[in-house]
């Protein structure tokens, strides 16, 4: 049996069909670990870790494939080179005045790299799931902090991922049918965060040359899938 998740699964409804189906059942394995912890059943706990621990072990590595296959892996890499080479560079300015000098270079950068930061507009579907996730996040984080009557913090955790995954399953399922192929979708998922935060630290990028080698031409979509 091929080890290749796009070998087993050649066709792109079967790939999303069967992520999805990855997500969900590691969903189901957190819900009844929960249960397990509520019952203090030891047994059901040892056994439930290593359901999780196979089921996102398999999870990661479809998602390491697909991000090697996309070359999503190989941006990030050259994101993070870029992005450690400026912070090297600027550590001592860092050091000197503090966090000054990083918040100007991160409005620098940006404004460096604003025409290709239009290309995420290209892509509102996944700017909307981003920003969903980042707000429920903050919000169940500030709802654990705070408290809630009659509602435990492990309690909270399991709705998060509840409302994560249902945003996620909601996105995959729109780009499916839109025909987007499943390497494209999981390229574009890891990229927009990582460029996100690599704006606040990619100071180099200010370069045209380096810029242009990172991020091709202006108006090039570096999120789609490379030819």
Same mark, same amino acid.
């Given at each position: 049996?091929?080890?290749?998740? @796009?070998?087993?699964?050649?066709?792109?409804?079967? &790939?999303?069909?069967?992520?999805?189906?990855?997500?969900?059942?590691?969903?189901?394995?957190?819900?009844?670990?929960?249960?397990?912890?509520?019952?203090?059943?030891?047994?059901?706990?040892?056994?439930?870790?290593?359901?999780? #621990?196979?089921?996102?072990?398999?999870?990661? +590595?479809?998602?390491?494939?697909?991000?090697?296959?996309?070359?999503?892996?190989? #941006?990030?890499?050259?994101?993070?080179?870029?992005?450690?080479?400026?912070?090297?560079?600027?550590?001592?300015?860092?050091?000197?005045?503090?966090?000054?000098?990083?918040?100007?270079?991160?409005?620098?950068?940006?404004?460096?790299?604003?025409?290709?930061?239009?290309?995420?507009?290209?892509?509102?579907?996944?700017?909307?799931?981003?920003?969903?996730?980042?707000?429920?996040?903050?919000?169940?984080?500030?709802?654990?902090?705070?408290?809630?009557?009659?509602?435990?913090?492990?309690?909270?955790?399991? +709705?998060?991922?509840?409302?994560?995954?249902?945003?996620?399953?909601?996105?995959?399922?729109?780009?499916?049918?839109?025909?987007?192929? #499943? &390497?494209?979708? +999981? &390229? +574009?998922?890891?990229?927009?965060?990582?460029?996100?935060?690599?704006?606040?630290?990619?100071?180099?990028?200010?370069?045209?040359?380096? &810029?242009?080698?990172? #991020?091709? @031409?202006?108006?090039?979509?570096?999120?789609?899938?490379?030819?």
């Amino acid at each position: 049996m091929t080890l290749s998740f @796009e070998k087993r699964f050649p066709t792109e409804e079967e &790939r999303y069909e069967k992520y999805i189906w990855l997500i969900k059942l590691s969903i189901i394995a957190n819900i009844c670990a929960y249960i397990a912890i509520i019952l203090a059943d030891a047994d059901a706990m040892n056994l439930m870790r290593v359901v999780k #621990f196979v089921l996102w072990t398999v999870i990661y +590595i479809v998602l390491l494939q697909t991000a090697w296959k996309s070359r999503a892996l190989h #941006f990030i890499i050259r994101l993070w080179l870029c992005a450690a080479s400026s912070v090297a560079l600027m550590a001592p300015l860092i050091a000197y005045f503090g966090f000054m000098p990083m918040l100007f270079g991160a409005v620098i950068t940006i404004f460096a790299n604003r025409k290709h930061l239009k290309i995420f507009l290209r892509y509102k579907d996944f700017l909307k799931y981003l920003a969903a996730c980042f707000g429920i996040s903050i919000l169940m984080n500030v709802a654990g902090c705070v408290g809630v009557p009659g509602i435990d913090n492990a309690t909270l955790y399991q +709705i998060k991922h509840l409302l994560l995954f249902y945003l996620l399953w909601r996105l995959l399922q729109h780009e499916c049918k839109q025909g987007r192929p #499943f &390497r494209e979708t +999981i &390229r +574009i998922l890891m990229l927009m965060p990582v460029i996100g935060v690599f704006m606040l630290m990619g100071w180099l990028s200010i370069i045209p040359m380096l &810029r242009k080698k990172l #991020f091709g @031409e202006d108006g090039h979509d570096f999120l789609a899938l490379e030819k």
